[in-house]
């Protein structure tokens, strides 16, 4: 559509909708670029889509295009109103970059209903579409390509939009606006939707407005020790390559290395060829097999690893999006994991270790530094899952151990007649599912010795095995489980139901960790305190020196009261969190 005047048009338009409170309105921004959190990038435009009284409206609001005419700050003012204070819901498909972006011309929604598209999308099918932008969901629900691909728009895009003027830009924004509102409106009515609506999309809208704080936040990078460990990284990586004369990046040259010349197992196929694997899968199960190999070579390839891993996932992405503010601002994502976990992109800061005696990760955590005055401050939950899964299986003499505040592990190597770092691999693989196959490549050991192991945990722990033979049951009948939260997970292949109990406890966990994080958002966010980060079980804070101690306590209290979120769910087992600087001080500098 075009109007001889944007600006009388936009005017027109905004005052017809006002006289509709209420109305679910969808929202689609386009920027200069991605870096709207640190203002380095801005809203050059905002897209809208909605039907009211029976009439349907979409719209492109023009106000920062270097090119063409732009509407002038009395629409931002009125756009403003419709967004923020007429009752509206609004509707985004990346709710996190939209309600940023729109913050960089002045239009704030903290007190408006939101809904974001593709995190609903995921409450409904968590399998399918896998990807929940926009084009995918787009051809799944409404069965439609998507957008077409123009090689200028895509051009103008990767520059800005330096060129572009509205008239351009409305067909490939409007339609973005647009169908966002037909998917939704596709959505709305699933029986899927109404189910965890009202008690599980008011908990995400508001870990929503938890997750933008912590982007507007960022957190701070040493660029000079993430460049150092860089150069070191590529020295070391060349260095062993030079050594063993071949490249362990190379799939087709670690054949030669572990099978041949190590003379480890072949732990996975290509289903295509036959021939060996060493995909992400099959490397984690070689990485394990090498822990246990005292051979110069095995050492010196996991050594490789090592630093490929520390500098392509950690110190390089570091230095590539840190801001020009020195502070690193990560996306998390309500929608990028099966268990309903929280994910992490560009980069994934999910994958900064605990802490690690390695020289290839060992200064990763060291790279996050506090603001001047502050200090970086870890609360981690103890064993949160191994605790969730003992509430729920009942294991009473565990849940003793516990409560009594007893290392676990200790005890309960002496019950499987285990060491105790044998016991923690084994607890954990057993949390997640695993099999004689996995137990072999954990242990090292043939396929009577794994079943014997499995069989000795499920003997010792006989509640564990009654929880999970019940989760099982549960999806061989229905394709999904319940979480404590009203949420489910979806299983489309019933083949999988042995991964049913992991799913009720590693998806209990996530929905725990993040109410505590909505929880102590609420009550401590302010000047002398504020949430930076989330890893797994692990919330990092950012506290001003004076006042630590207090924050120490304060931090702790809150997390470990996980009842208190909980509703009318209640674990009769002690929930543990410890608290500690981000760096410990006999690991720190």
Same mark, same amino acid.
């Given at each position: 559509?075009?109007?001889?005047? /944007? ?33 380095? %990038? ?64 002045? /239009? ?7 809904? %974001? ?81 009202? /008690? ?390």
């Amino acid at each position: 559509m075009q109007f001889d005047d /944007i600006e009388q048009a936009s005017l027109e338009l905004i005052a017809e909708l006002i006289k509709w409170p209420g109305a679910v309105i969808a929202v689609d921004t386009e920027a200069t670029g991605l870096n709207v959190a640190s203002g380095e %990038d801005i809203c050059i435009g905002v897209s809208i889509a909605t039907v009211v009284n029976d009439t349907a409206y979409s719209h492109y609001f023009p106000f920062n295009h270097p090119e063409g005419d732009n509407c002038s700050s009395e629409v931002i003012f009125a756009l403003a109103e419709l967004l923020e204070e007429n009752l509206n819901t609004l509707l985004f498909v990346n709710a996190q970059f939209d309600i940023l972006s729109l913050e960089t011309i002045g /239009i704030y929604t903290e007190n408006a209903n939101i809904i %974001d598209v593709s995190a609903m999308a995921h409450l409904i099918n968590e399998n399918k579409p896998y990807n929940k932008g926009l084009d995918s969901l787009a051809q799944y629900y409404l069965k439609e390509p998507g957008k077409v691909k123009d090689l200028d728009i895509d051009k103008e895009k990767k520059t800005g939009w330096k060129n572009t003027t509205w008239q351009q830009m409305w067909d490939y924004a409007v339609l973005d606006a647009v169908s966002t509102w037909r998917i939704y409106e596709v959505l709305r009515n699933t029986q899927q939707w109404l189910e965890v609506k009202d /008690i599980v999309w008011p908990h995400k809208q508001d870990l929503i407005r938890v997750l933008l704080s912590m982007k507007r936040h960022g957190v701070r990078i040493d660029v000079q020790l993430a460049e150092e460990y860089v150069h070191k990284g590529v020295q070391e990586m060349a260095q062993i390559e030079k050594e063993l004369g071949i490249n362990p990046a190379s799939p087709k040259q670690m054949k030669k290395l572990l099978i041949d010349d190590l003379g480890l197992p072949v732990v996975k196929q290509s289903t295509k060829t036959g021939a060996p694997s060493f995909d992400k899968e099959a490397m984690l199960a070689y990485d394990l097999m090498l822990e246990k190999l005292e051979n110069p070579v095995a050492k010196r390839i996991k050594e490789f690893r090592g630093w490929q891993k520390a500098v392509s996932a950690s110190y390089r992405p570091y230095l590539d999006l840190v801001g020009m503010d020195g502070r690193l601002r990560c996306s998390y994502r309500l929608h990028g994991t099966a268990t309903g976990r929280l994910s992490c992109a560009e980069p994934n800061l999910q994958q900064i270790p605990k802490t690690s005696d390695k020289p290839w990760n060992g200064k990763v955590k060291e790279c996050f530094i506090p603001e001047d005055g502050y200090v970086l401050i870890n609360a981690d939950f103890s064993q949160l899952e191994l605790r969730l899964a003992t509430a729920y299986a009942g294991e009473e003499e565990l849940k003793e151990v516990f409560n009594e505040g007893r290392d676990i592990f200790t005890e309960m190597s002496k019950q499987l007649g285990m060491s105790r770092h044998d016991t923690k691999t084994l607890v954990y693989s057993m949390q997640y599912g695993a099999g004689e196959q996995r137990l072999m490549n954990a242990f090292g050991v043939d396929k009577a010795t794994a079943k014997q192991i499995r069989q000795n945990y499920f003997n010792t722990y006989p509640h564990f095995r009654r929880l999970n033979e019940r989760c099982t049951a549960k999806v061989e009948q229905t394709g999904e489980i319940l979480i404590w939260s009203g949420r489910k997970r979806h299983f489309e292949n019933r083949n999988e139901a042995y991964k049913a109990m992991n799913s009720l406890i590693q998806g209990g966990g996530a929905d725990i960790v993040e109410r505590i994080m909505v929880k102590c958002f609420q009550e401590l966010e302010g000047p002398e305190c504020r949430m930076l980060l989330q890893v797994h079980d692990s919330i990092t804070f950012e506290v001003k020196e004076s006042v630590v101690p207090q924050y120490i306590e304060k931090i702790r209290t809150l997390m470990e009261d996980v009842n208190a979120v909980t509703g009318d769910v209640n674990f009769d087992v002690r929930f543990a969190v410890e608290v500690d600087n981000w760096v410990p001080e006999e690991d720190g500098k």
